[in-house]
């Protein structure tokens, strides 16, 4: 028999000048195990750690036992920062789902206790998450914030919602999310991330200067050339020391055709006309990200290959209910977006990771 949680229980609410600390509630679906929120807490907070992991019983009977109610599970706390816990699951009652405004398919929630920290917010700019709308102008600072962006982020990747400690229910779309991430210790030349590319759309194209061709260099940069080597050993009295030093130039110039040094960053573009252009974006990470802490290849270099969707319209892109239209074109991008993002893992191996830095498995895709 399946193992029942213990119901939810009252959330205090804030009031005051000086309102306790936040009490906000992540809900999730049926069938969301608390291993899968501690690995999306160790993916953004380096001290995650489970103070009181869950217990949920077997649901197995003692000998001659059939009746009775399923047996209880011990919900867990899960602390993310030095001041900031999550604890639950508790199930939520229907009563409760209904009063409060949350999605029909919530069935557990978990109760995050965390500094209430506010600050004026500007105003400018849109808001795809809903913060202004739950917070209005005095929005999250510190380590609220912090939190409060990883339970949105939560919500979006799991199929939740966030209740705020003022009532209001955020409900990301999951769908809203299309960027990611290879993340690999391997560079791989321009034309094998765009061999890759084409391989989903045929409109792919390198976006990144080219080194000149010399047999196309004009007169005015072969003029220059020779000027600069008319000047190596300039100064140099000794004829014969003169013809080693420009012996040494001509060599290193030799070498430097056959042997360009790789790009250090490049990117390339796929325009998809009406609905807006996937762009690829590949340089080396200058920290190594969180998700990524525990893997061994991770220690050294990480080349980042980013793959994201400029959409037609970038407010909409920004809106947390955006147009029929946007959610159209933002259906026919994520298809090449995935498509990319899976074909440049076939090439460069690690790790997919999601706009929230969470782990993606490539068969997902």
């Known amino acids: ?22 009490r906000h509630l992540l809900v ?43 047996p209880t599970a011990t919900p867990g706390v899960l602390r993310l920062g030095r001041l900031s816990t999550l604890t639950g699951p508790f199930a939520l009652e229907p009563a409760q789902v209904a009063g409060w405004g949350l999605p029909s398919d919530a069935r557990v929630a978990w109760v995050v206790d965390c500094p209430r920290e506010r600050a004026e917010q500007p105003a400018f700019g849109g808001d795809r998450d809903g913060l202004r709308r739950a917070f209005g102008t005095a929005g999250p600072v510190r380590e609220e914030q912090r939190v409060v962006l990883w339970l ?27 960027d990611l991430t290879v993340l690999s210790d391997r560079w791989v030349e321009p034309e094998t991330v765009l061999a890759a590319a084409r391989r989903v759309s045929s409109r792919a194209a390198l976006d990144a200067p080219r080194p000149p061709d010399p047999r196309t260099v004009s ?33 290193f110039d030799a070498h430097m055709r056959a042997n ?8 390339l573009q796929v325009d998809l006309e009406v609905d807006g252009i996937v762009v690829v974006e590949v340089a080396a990470e200058a920290e190594v990200p969180q998700v990524l802490a525990g893997v061994d290849w991770a220690q ?22 955006p147009s029929l239209p946007h959610r159209v074109a933002r259906g026919r991008a994520a298809r090449v977006v995935r498509g990319v993002a899976r074909e440049l893992h076939d090439e460069v191996g690690g790790e997919i990771a999601d706009m929230a830095g969470f782990l993606v498995d490539p068969a997902d895709l």
Do not use: I, K, N
Request: net charge negative; charged share 25%; aromatic share 4%.
């Open 219 to 251: 007169p005015q940069q072969a003029g220059a050339a020779l000027a600069a080597r008319d000047r190596v050993g300039a100064g140099v009295a000794d004829a014969e020391e003169r013809r080693r030093l420009h012996a040494e130039a001509d060599a």
């Open 28 to 70: 999730l679906p049926d069938g969301v195990a608390p291993d899968e929120v501690d690995v999306l807490a160790s993916s953004r907070f380096p001290a995650a750690r489970w103070e009181r992991p869950p217990r949920v019983p077997s649901g197995r009977r003692a000998s001659g036992a059939s009746r009775g109610p399923a």
């Open 260 to 267: 360009p040094p790789a790009a250090e960053a490049f990117g």
């Open 300 to 321: 050294g270099e990480v080349v980042a290959y980013r793959v994201r969707w400029e959409a037609p319209d970038v407010e909409q892109l920004e809106s947390e209910r």
């Open 152 to 178: 949105v982020a939560v919500a979006r990747r799991l199929g939740g919602a966030l209740r705020v400690d003022s009532g209001v229910v955020l409900e990301p779309d999951m769908d809203a999310a299309l």
């Open 1 to 22: 028999m399946t193992a029942s949680f213990p119901p939810l229980p009252e959330v205090p609410a804030t009031a005051g000048v000086t309102p306790p600390p936040g």
